[in-house]
């Protein structure tokens, strides 16, 4: 999930370069959604892990 958002924002950053501004937009929004889910999976294994450890 990481990785795809890296790749998303890469492309943003292409996109803005050239001039694309509905193209880097799209795909910076993209990249954050996906960074965001990203976060709540990593924070939900953290306590399910945690949890089970005990």
Do not use: E, N
Not at 26 to 49: D, H, M, N, R, T
């Amino acid at each position: 999930m990481l990785y795809w958002s890296l790749i998303f924002l890469v492309v943003a950053i292409v996109a803005g370069v050239l001039g694309f501004g509905g193209i880097a937009s799209a795909a910076s929004g993209i990249a954050k959604v996906l960074f965001v889910i990203f976060l709540v999976l990593f924070v939900i294994s953290l306590v399910a892990g945690r949890g089970f450890a005990a």
